[in-house]
């Protein structure tokens, strides 16, 4: 898993350097992390919209599994409040899109990933961002192509939506209803490696595209949810 962690890290590093120009509620804050000796600490506070290719609810967050030999999600990413090292990660968006393959939980790889940046985001940011990456997602993504472009973000109602200015992904997503009509929300389930969530609010994709980078995928029904999440560590 270290392994990963590392190959993920030089490859976002080196295409961040190469193709970037520069340029639910949750109570509090997440605590910020002690750092080892001649360690980094980071803390990452986020609100994501995803969606992935799976029916409702996605299986990989119970198994080392996805449904089919693959899972094409997007993930919508709002940083509400972080840091990695003096740099701070407040208001920063960026968009990952990919495919975790049917080897993420058992071998802990998984085929592509395309990483796109909001221009407003700093070169400090993308940098910071790029190093967290493979603590928050421990999978190692055999290609990764990093691209910049104005992102859309809104959760309002029972609707949420996202999408990338230069029309290559989208999410339109429609809160799934609960019993009472309200709401459903899936808690005490763990995310990734996060420390904390404020549980899965259950959503069905109405549109979930992609088309980039040589890869292409739509569907609509699929599993969908937003999420808030607290995480944090050394480098």
């Given at each position: 898993?270290?392994?990963?962690f590392?190959?993920?890290?030089?490859?976002?590093l080196?295409?961040?350097?190469?193709?970037?120009?520069?340029?639910g509620?949750m109570?509090g804050k997440?605590?910020?992390?002690?750092?080892?000796?001649g360690g980094?600490?980071?803390?990452?506070?986020?609100?994501y919209?995803?969606?992935?290719?799976?029916?409702?609810?996605?299986?990989?967050?119970?198994?080392?599994?996805?449904?089919?030999?693959?899972?094409?999600?997007?993930?919508?990413?709002?940083?509400?409040?972080?840091?990695?090292?003096?740099?701070?990660?407040?208001?920063?968006?960026?968009?990952?899109?990919?495919?975790?393959?049917?080897?993420?939980?058992d071998?802990?790889?998984?085929?592509?990933?395309?990483?796109?940046?909001?221009?407003?985001?700093?070169q400090?940011?993308?940098d910071?961002?790029?190093?967290?990456?493979?603590?928050?997602?421990?999978?190692?993504?055999g290609?990764?192509?990093?691209?910049?472009?104005a992102i859309?973000?809104?959760?309002r109602?029972?609707?949420?939506?996202?999408?990338?200015?230069?029309?290559?992904?989208e999410?339109?997503?429609?809160?799934f209803?609960?019993?009472d009509g309200?709401?459903?929300?899936?808690?005490?389930?763990?995310?990734?490696?996060?420390?904390?969530?404020?549980?899965?609010v259950?959503?069905?994709?109405?549109?979930?595209?992609?088309?980039?980078f040589?890869?292409?995928?739509?569907?609509?029904?699929?599993?969908?949810?937003?999420?808030?999440?607290e995480?944090s560590?050394?480098?």
């Amino acid at each position: 898993m270290r392994r990963a962690f590392f190959i993920l890290g030089v490859v976002l590093l080196s295409a961040v350097a190469l193709c970037i120009p520069t340029t639910g509620q949750m109570a509090g804050k997440p605590a910020p992390a002690k750092a080892a000796a001649g360690g980094t600490p980071w803390s990452y506070d986020a609100t994501y919209i995803e969606a992935c290719s799976c029916h409702l609810f996605c299986p990989c967050y119970f198994n080392t599994q996805a449904e089919h030999p693959y899972c094409e999600f997007q993930m919508a990413i709002r940083v509400n409040n972080g840091k990695v090292g003096t740099v701070p990660l407040n208001g920063a968006k960026f968009w990952l899109t990919g495919d975790l393959g049917e080897h993420w939980g058992d071998q802990h790889k998984s085929p592509w990933l395309v990483v796109t940046f909001d221009p407003a985001t700093t070169q400090e940011q993308r940098d910071a961002i790029v190093k967290i990456l493979p603590k928050l997602y421990p999978t190692d993504f055999g290609k990764v192509d990093v691209d910049e472009a104005a992102i859309s973000w809104s959760v309002r109602g029972t609707e949420a939506r996202a999408k990338l200015a230069n029309g290559k992904g989208e999410m339109v997503l429609e809160q799934f209803k609960g019993n009472d009509g309200g709401r459903s929300v899936l808690h005490n389930v763990k995310y990734w490696t996060a420390a904390k969530n404020d549980g899965f609010v259950m959503y069905k994709s109405k549109v979930h595209r992609w088309e980039g980078f040589g890869h292409k995928f739509s569907y609509s029904g699929r599993n969908a949810f937003t999420i808030r999440i607290e995480s944090s560590g050394t480098l």
